[in-house]
């Protein structure tokens, strides 16, 4: 398996523009989450699903943020509309069974708004 | 929900010392206490792990402690290397998995 595959690696883009993060998880990994990472914050669970459910949306920082899991191989971070705290890189990491096995990362997406 | 604390924020060693992060967790229901490596531009990637059952575990130059009384765990780097510089999380995971606010270690040569 290749890993879990983020897209894009690099995004700049300007402030009130939607912005799309996408991810493919490790094959037969049930639990999918996304993280977002900042000097001030770490690494903040924002949200994660189990079998392609959303179960705990949390950490979401408000309404601009939406996520989606139409299938089991592919999930969508959305920002819309940007702002230039949402400056960040994203992390999405996948998980067999996360009460007793590593969950893997992908590679980021590191976003700038301007 | 779990929150983490993890300290120190920052470590700098001398190549040859030893090296240990520490951590408190608040939810008594976390069962996981894996501990990740961060290179700088990269993701971060498991070094080593203990399940609630074990108190301690070891991996060559590398060990981890789990007090589940105290609700906090360690990490314990032996003969650190110059390699050895990165950011180190330590994580709880109930599931979900939550992190630490991360430790930059610095091994000088």
């Known amino acids: 398996d290749a890993g879990v595959i983020q897209s894009p690696r690099h995004e700049v883009t300007e402030m009130g523009q939607e912005v799309t993060l996408r991810c493919k998880p490790i094959?037969?990994?049930?639990?999918l989450f996304w993280y977002r990472q900042t000097m001030m914050r770490g690494l903040e669970l924002l949200i994660y699903?189990?079998?392609?459910?959303?179960?705990?949306d949390s950490g979401m920082p408000e309404d601009r943020f939406s996520a989606k899991m139409p299938n089991a191989s592919f999930s969508t971070l959305k920002i819309q509309p940007s702002e230039p705290r949402d400056s960040a890189v994203y992390f999405c990491a996948s998980s067999l069974r996360p009460w007793d096995t590593e969950a893997f990362f992908g590679q980021g997406t590191r976003l700038t708004v301007v | 929900g779990e929150n983490v604390e993890q300290h120190p924020s920052t470590l700098s060693v001398q190549e040859g010392d030893s090296a240990v992060i520490k951590c408190t967790y608040s939810d008594s229901a976390s069962n996981y206490f894996p501990w990740y490596k961060q290179e700088l531009g990269k993701r971060p990637q498991l070094i080593i792990d203990i399940r609630s059952n074990v108190g301690e575990k070891k991996d060559q130059r590398i060990a981890v402690t789990l007090n589940k009384t105290a609700k906090h765990f360690s990490l314990h780097i032996t003969e650190t290397q110059p390699e050895d510089s990165a950011v180190y999380f330590c994580?709880?995971?109930?599931?979900?998995?939550?992190f630490g606010a991360g430790t930059r270690l610095t091994v000088k040569p």
């Open positions: 094959s037969g990994h049930d639990y």
């Open positions: 994580a709880a995971s109930e599931p979900p998995m939550r």
């Open positions: 699903f189990n079998n392609n459910v959303p179960i705990d």
